[in-house]
């Protein structure tokens, strides 16, 4: 099983940046798939999911309408549009991937810095 983020890197205030999480080793379509993230000095903290089929989805306040979670079955990929981007967002954002109570995986994770 593998959870693969990509797309991480240094943006000024205000711009955007999308990442990637390839997953393999599962049946990507019957999981519910959510981006994490950690801040210096903070607790993870869920940002936003997606179940299974793709029809509903979740965020956490701090990034309503500004963040994006999307999922793309054909090529086992969940994305996380990131758009408006604040210095709070700074942190190393994960993918994670659940069944039920059943299963659950994670990725290594991938850095995001929000700076001038």
């Known amino acids: 099983v593998q959870l693969v983020e990509s797309g991480g890197g240094l943006v000024q205030p205000g711009g955007s940046l999308r990442l990637s999480c390839a997953a393999s080793?599962?049946?990507?379509?019957?999981?519910?798939m959510s981006w994490y993230r950690q801040g210096p000095g903070r607790e993870r903290e869920l940002v936003a999911s997606?179940?299974?089929?793709?029809?509903?989805?979740n965020y956490v306040d701090s990034v309503k309408g500004r963040f994006t979670i999307s999922r793309d079955v054909a090529k086992n990929t969940v994305y996380l549009q990131m758009n408006s981007l604040k210095p709070e967002d700074t942190a190393v954002y994960y993918c994670?991937?659940?069944?039920?109570?059943?299963?659950?995986?994670w990725g290594q994770g991938t850095q995001v810095t929000v700076s001038s």
């Open positions: 080793g599962f049946t990507f379509s019957n999981y519910v």
């Open positions: 994670h991937a659940r069944y039920f109570a059943w299963d659950n995986y």
């Open positions: 997606i179940t299974s089929a793709g029809r509903s989805t």
